[in-house]
């Protein structure tokens, strides 16, 4: 089967090639699936930069999430069979013609969905609910502020929020991207680079939950926004993970700071929120209240431009690699 494997070097066009392998054979509790279409994820420019290996017993090939056909499966596989429609998150091996991934990992494809749209839910999706709706706790009527609110999580957690009957407040580099911010959802739309954003939202009344994908940057203004009894969870640091913040300001509005990473986790965990996820959050989808944003696709041999394309920052929603 043909994989994008990493040669060497940091910048897209000299680690990305496509190479041949052996296709992979589901082992017990797996599946073995022909990959229709695979989301590309910023973790997996991270991984291509050496900063983010893939957990043991993960393949090396890059790429989080799939959707695809299922075309064999391991001893002690009970839902799925042979030509299931189906998309999963993996630990690796999605830029690949074939992927194998645990039971626990895979989703029945929400009714009215393609391949494509399918391929760009998992990460998202997972992710989005552990962290703001877990751990965040994020409920009816409270204020989500979401940073980098047109990518791909940031999408997913506009549409997540308003569906689950919450208000969002969302932050954005450029007045382009806070006007798309807007039109996917979210209730109050603010271009950062040009705006005093911790006077914005104090005065939009503040936020109970903060999505982070920026990190030390952000941690003030984090600080300042969040109301009495708010939730600060952090999923990403591109501007770094070490910041000073005021302790006593965390005692006094008795906020909860949290983080996690979602590739690591074992599998019953994985396999607890995939259901959790299947119950929650794909009745949203199917609904129309949740709909996957498509910014561009490309070839499996295309997957530089593709990681190219999202080191810009310029895309509204994901983008996708079509085997």
């Known amino acids: 089967m043909r994989v994008i494997e990493i040669a060497g070097g940091k910048g897209p066009a000299s680690a990305l090639t496509l190479a041949e392998r052996a296709q992979p054979h589901a082992a017990a509790g797996e599946i073995l699936i ?41 001893e002690g596989v009970s839902r799925w069979t042979v030509g299931d429609r189906v998309c999963a998150l993996l630990g690796g091996g999605g830029y690949a013609e074939y992927s194998v991934v645990d039971q626990g990992s895979v989703l029945p494809i929400p009714a009215g ?19 703001v709706f877990e751990d965040g706790a994020l409920k009816a009527g409270e204020t989500l502020l979401i940073h980098g609110a047109t990518s791909g999580i940031g999408v997913m957690a506009i549409q997540m929020a308003k569906a689950a009957g919450a208000r969002v407040i969302a932050t954005s580099r450029t007045k382009a991207k806070a006007d798309a911010a807007k039109a996917l959802g979210a209730d109050i739309s603010l271009d950062a680079s040009s705006q005093d954003l911790a006077e914005e939202i104090k005065a939009a009344g503040g936020a109970d939950v903060v999505l982070d994908m920026v990190g030390a940057d952000y941690a003030e203004l984090n600080l300042k926004s969040l109301n009495t009894f708010g939730r600060w969870v952090i999923i990403a640091s591109l501007t770094g993970t070490k ?48 709909v996957p944003r498509i910014h561009l696709r490309f070839g499996l041999a295309q997957a530089a431009q593709a990681h190219a394309e999202l080191e810009t920052g310029d895309h509204v929603g994901k983008v996708v690699l079509i085997p």
Do not use: C, H
Request: proline content about 6%; aromatic content about 6%.
């Open 113 to 131: 969905l393609d391949f494509e749209q399918a391929a760009v839910l998992p990460e998202t999706a997972f992710t989005v609910f552990t962290n």
């Open 243 to 290: 910041a000073q913040i005021d302790l006593q300001r965390v005692m006094m509005k008795r906020l909860v700071i949290t983080g996690s990473t979602l590739r690591s986790r074992p599998a019953a965990e994985k396999a607890r929120l995939a259901k959790a996820v299947e119950q929650t959050v794909w009745p949203w989808v199917e609904s129309g209240q949740i």
């Open 34 to 74: 022909r990959v229709k279409a695979a989301g590309v994820n910023r973790p997996d420019i991270v991984q291509r930069e050496g900063r983010y290996p893939a957990p043991p017993g993960a393949s090396d090939v890059l790429g989080l999430e799939v959707a695809g056909e299922v075309v064999a499966v391991g």
